[in-house]
T-cell receptor
């Protein structure tokens, strides 16, 4: 899977809007962009995914650059519960080897202050 | 909401003992994955099942672990002889298929401590 680059950490305050960037300069045309988040001692939680168009759900808005070389996960009105490590992962569209397993990096640690 | 169940949540074993942990995938999901995570570090892929058949696994699993998915509603991961280095959070996830657009949902994990 192609590599993604994320900042190690970011800080925010409750109620703010947070933009979490992810760079994937070598993304191929058949790769989805996935976002997961994880808090200590729990399994990763699916946040969202997209291919080319921006997507939105109850958890977040995913903005994908027109050239797909970067994406930004946007969290609005963050609360303390949003504090977690956020992972940006590329996943092949097709039925791949190893079942298209997810390859997690170190992600971005988002801290939220009261 | 998706729900992958894992049991037990916590498991303590002595070195040399056998350990077993179970996973109930999301209903209707045909792909099941196991990962290992040590001390909140990166997840390590262990093994993958498609329609109850193991299709890929790392060497460590072949040598020291036992994993089966006898039905679409229950899978298990076992360690034949626990070692201290096996202390970790074991995560099970499932997805409807292995198509890249199908979300993969995780359970809460089983935290294994080997003394």
């Amino acid at each position: 899977d192609a590599k993604t680059t994320q900042p190690d950490s970011m800080e925010s305050t409750e109620g703010e809007t947070v933009h979490l960037p992810c760079s994937h300069a070598t993304i191929s045309g058949n790769e989805y962009i996935y976002w997961y988040r994880q808090v200590p001692l729990q399994g990763p939680e699916y946040v969202t995914h997209g291919l080319q168009q921006n997507t939105t759900n109850s958890m977040a808005f995913l903005a994908i650059a027109s050239d797909r070389k970067s994406s930004t996960l946007i969290l609005t009105h963050v609360s303390l519960r949003d504090a977690a490590v956020y992972h940006c992962i590329l996943r092949a569209m097709n039925y791949g080897g190893s079942g298209n397993k997810l390859i997690f990096g170190t992600g971005t640690l988002l801290s939220v202050k009261p | 909401d998706a729900a992958v169940t894992q049991k037990p949540r916590y498991l303590i074993k002595m070195k040399g003992q056998e350990a077993e942990m179970k996973c109930i995938p999301e209903k209707g999901h045909t792909a099941v994955f196991w990962y290992q995570q040590k001390q909140s570090k990166e997840l390590k892929f262990l093994i993958y099942f498609q329609n109850q058949q193991p299709l890929d696994q790392i060497d460590m699993v072949k040598e020291r672990f036992s994993a089966v998915c006898p039905s679409s509603s229950l899978c298990s991961l076992g360690i034949r002889t626990c070692e201290a280095e096996d202390s970790a959070l074991y995560l099970c996830s499932s997805s409807q298929s292995t198509w890249g657009g199908d979300e993969q949902y995780f359970g809460p994990g089983t935290r294994l401590t080997v003394l």
